[in-house]
C-alpha cells in the first residue's frame, strides 16, 4: 500500500502535475473538516474527563471512537499530501489508539450461573448477590441475629435477561446520550430504557428457580414477600440510598413482574445521575435482587450503631415509626426517636425519654442497641441498619450498610458565630454549609426547575429530589430525618439538610447561608461559616478517576511548538497530539504548493487586470463566477473566491501608484534563465494563485522579492487562517532588513505570529470569523502593495517607526 501510493504520487508529480495540486487540495480541504470535528470531540472529551460535564462512561468510549475515526482521517490524508514524507504517521496514530482502546475497554457482563443464590451463600458472593444481599447474607452468618429467610436473584440473571432480548446495543445507544445536566433528555431516555425492560422475557431457566425459591420461603399461599433492589455498587462505599426501587407486598404469583419492575429502577433519572455522578459504568451496577417475606410490621425504622447527631457520636439512634419503615426512609414521615449508650449490653441514655409512637418497648430498644453494637463489631464498622418489628413482637434485621458519617470536627474547633440567625433550631440531617438564594420547591415542576447554587425549601425530602442535588447548596424541609435516603446522600454531597418549620418564610430569592453543623439559617453569606465547612466538611467526589490512564492518550496536547525536536510523527503520544500535527504539516504543504516554475499550473487562466502583474489562476471550484468567459483571461470582477477578493481588495487600492513601463515579475529569475528571449508574460516568471470559494494559495512575484499568501477564509471560524512569506528584495541586505522590520511591525499589530530569518518572513495568524479574515486579508493586500519597492528608500529603524504609524493610519482610514 505504502509502495503503490509513492508510486502514484511521483507519477502525478511528473506527468500530470496539475492532478497533483488538486488531488492535494481535496486532500487538504478534508484534513481540515475532520480537523474541525477532531477539535470539537477533543472538547467534549475534556468536559467528561475533567467533571465539566457529567455523562455516562459509554458517550465516553462513543466520543473517543468518533475521535479515532476523525484522527485517522487525518493521518490518511496528510499521507496523501505527500506520501515520501509522512508515510510512517498512520503507524503512530494506530499505537495510540490500541493504547487508548485499551484504556477504555469495558468489562463485559457475565451471563452465565448461578441465577439463584440462597442468602447464606450471598455473603460471600458480592458480585453476584450485591451489596444489600451480601451484607444480609452476613448478619445471617453472625449468628444471634433474627433475620427473615431469603434468596438472591444475582447479577448475571440480569446480564442474561438483557442478552437474551438483545437489549444490549438498543440500552448502550441511549447511555451514550447522557449527560446528567440535560434533564429532559436524561428523563426521555430513562423512561425508553425501562420500557425495554419491562417489556423483556424473563428466560425460563431464571423464571423455573425463581418461582422454587419463592416457595421454599413461604408458610402459605397467603403470605406476601418483597421484592428488593441489590445492586452490585450498592450499600457499599457508596450507599444507593433510595436510588432503586423495591416492591412491597407482592403476591408470590406477580413475582416475576415485580422483578421486572425492580430491575427497570435501575434505569430511573435519579438512579442515572447518581451512579454517573459517582463514576460508575453501567457494569458496575448490575442489578440482583434480594426476596424476602413480608414481615407486618408494628414498628419499623433504622438504628445507627454510632449516631451522628447523639452526645457526640457517643450513642446509638433508634428511629421508627408505626407499620412499614417505608415512609420513614422515602423522607415522608417524621420519626420518633431513642437514644442508647454505647455499650456490649446498651441502655437508654440519662435524660433521654423516648419519643412516644412508633417505637417498641423498653427490652425491645436495648436488644435493638445491642444488635447494633454486635454487628458493629463483627462487620469492621458504624452501621445504618433498619429493623422491623411484627405484630407479635418479633424483631427482624432487614438491612444493613456502613454509616456514611460526615465529618464535622471544624464545628467543634471554630468559634461560635457571633450574627444572630434569621432562624434556629433546626434538626441536622446532613452537615456542611452552603449559600444561595432562596427557591421554593413544593412540586415536581419546581423540583426540575432548581436552579444551579439555590437553597431550596421543600416540604419533604422525596427522592425526586436526589436527581438534582448537584444544583443545591442547601435543603430545608418541613418534614424529613437524617434517617431519610435523601440526607445520607446529601451527606456524601456535603449539602447542609435542615429539618423544622420555616417559620416565618423567606422570600424567594432571598441570599441566605444553611449551616447544617448548628441547624441555623443566616441573612447572606457567611463567609466564616462557608470557611469553616471547606475546612472540616466532606469533600464532594466529583473527580471522574476512571479517566486518569486515557485522558494523557487522548486529550493532553505535548506538540505546542512547531520548531521544537520532538514535532514529529514519533513525538506524537495523544490524539490531541496528532490533530495538531496533522494541521501545522498540511498548512506547511499547502505553503509550498506551487514552485517558482508554477508546475501544475497549466490549465491556469491569465487575471486581466490595470495592474502592472502578470498573474495566472486555476480555479479548484467555485473560486470563479459561473459567469466568467471560456477563453484565457478573466478580470477581477470574475473571482468568486472569498480570500482572493478580499486580499485583491487590497492589493489593487486606488491610493497605491503603480507604475506603468515596469512589468512586476520575477527579475532574479529572469536574469538567470532568459538572456532576453522570454517574454515579459511568461507563465515562468509570472504570479500563481489556486483559488476556490473558500481558498487561496498565492504566489505573487514584485521584481527581486516574492510574497507567498495561503489562507481559508469562511463561516467555520476554527478553519480560517492565514499564512504568509515575504522575501528577497532588489535594495541592499540591511535596506531589505529595514523593509522586512517594517512588515513584521505591521503584522504583530494585526495580530499576525511573525519569525524572520535573513531576508524572509514568515506570518501567521488563526480561528478566526469569516469577517475579520477578510479585513486581515485586505489590510495583507494593501501592505503588499505599499512595500513593494519599500526597501528601496529605507534608511534607518527610526524611519521604520514612523512608516509603520503612516501605514496604521492610512489603512485604518480606508
Known sequence: MHVSQLFKHWTYQVFSPGTLLRRK?????????????????????????????????????????????????????????????????????RKIDFYVRMALELEQPE???????????????????????????????????????????????????????ELGAEIESRLRQMVVGDRNLLAGLTAEMQELILAAEV??????????????????????????????AEDGEISFAGQYASELNVQPNDVLEAYKRVLAGKYCPRAVSYRISNGLTDADTAMAILVIPMVDADNAGVVYSMDPDCHGRDAIGVYGVRGLGDRLVDGSASPAKAVLTR?????????????????????????????????????????DIEWAEDVTGRLFILQTRPLQLERDKAAEEHAPVAAVPLAEGFERASAGAGCGEIYYAPTGAEIARIPDGAVVVTPTLKPSLLTFIGNMSGVISRTGS?????????????????????????APGRLVTVDGSTGTIHDGCMESILTRSREGGRVSGRVLKQYEKVVPLTVRLNLTDPRADNFTPEGCRSMHDVVRFCHEKSVGEMFSLVDRKGRGMGAARRLKTHLPLVMYLLDLGEGLFPTAADGKLVEAADIKSRPMWALWYGLSDGRVKWPNTLTHMDWEEFDKMSGGIFS????????????????????????????????????????????????????GFDQRLLRLLFIQRVLERYGFETATRGDMIDAKVGRMSENETRRLLAR????MAVTRLMDMRMDDEDQVEAEVERFMTEAENR
Not at 447464606?120 to 451480601?134: C, I, N, V
Not at 444480609?136 to 438483557?162: C, E, H, M, S
Not at 431464571?206 to 403470605?223: C, P, Q, T
Not at 509570472?686 to 527581486?704: C, K, P, Q, T, V
Open 25 to 93: 487540495y481535496e486532500a487538504f480541504k478534508s484534513l481540515l473538516r475532520h480537523d474541525a470535528i477532531a477539535l470539537e470531540l477533543i472538547a467534549d472529551l475534556e468536559e467528561l474527563f475533567y467533571g465539566e460535564v457529567l455523562a455516562d462512561r459509554q458517550r465516553a468510549n462513543w466520543l473517543a471512537a468518533r475521535l479515532s475515526k476523525s484522527v485517522k482521517t487525518m493521518a490518511g490524508q496528510l499521507v496523501e499530501m505527500n506520501p515520501s514524507k509522512f508515510m510512517d504517521l498512520p503507524e503512530y496514530f
Open 111 to 165: 451471563v452465565g450461573p448461578p441465577y439463584i443464590l440462597s442468602l447464606g451463600d450471598a455473603a460471600a458472593m458480592p458480585r453476584l448477590a450485591g451489596g444489600k444481599a451480601s451484607n444480609l447474607g452476613r448478619v445471617l452468618g453472625v449468628g444471634g441475629v433474627p433475620v427473615p429467610p431469603g434468596f438472591v436473584i444475582t447479577a448475571n440473571a440480569f446480564n442474561y435477561l438483557v442478552d437474551y432480548n
Open 203 to 232: 428466560p425460563e431457566e431464571i423464571a423455573r428457580g425463581i418461582r422454587f425459591a419463592v416457595s421454599e420461603i413461604i408458610e402459605d399461599d397467603d403470605a406476601l414477600i418483597a421484592v428488593r433492589s441489590s445492586a452490585l
Open 343 to 383: 455499650e456490649v449490653e446498651p441502655r437508654l441514655a440519662e435524660g433521654c425519654t423516648p419519643d412516644e409512637g412508633g417505637l417498641p418497648s423498653e427490652t425491645t430498644l436495648c436488644e435493638l442497641g445491642r444488635l447494633a453494637m454486635k454487628l458493629e463489631k463483627a462487620l469492621g464498622g458504624p452501621q
Open 482 to 506: 437524617r434517617a431519610s435516603h435523601f440526607a445520607s446522600v446529601a451527606r456524601e454531597y456535603g449539602v447542609p439538610v435542615l429539618v423544622g418549620e420555616l417559620d416565618p418564610p423567606l
Open 680 to 731: 515579459f508574460d511568461s507563465k515562468l516568471l509570472a504570479s500563481y494563485g489556486l483559488i476556490s470559494e473558500d481558498y487561496l494559495h498565492l504566489m505573487i512575484r514584485f521584481g527581486y522579492h516574492f510574497s507567498v499568501v495561503d489562507s481559508i477564509c469562511g463561516p467555520d471560524d476554527g478553519a480560517n487562517y492565514i499564512n504568509f512569506r515575504f522575501k528577497g528584495g532588489g535594495a
Open 780 to 783: 495583507l493586500g494593501y501592505l
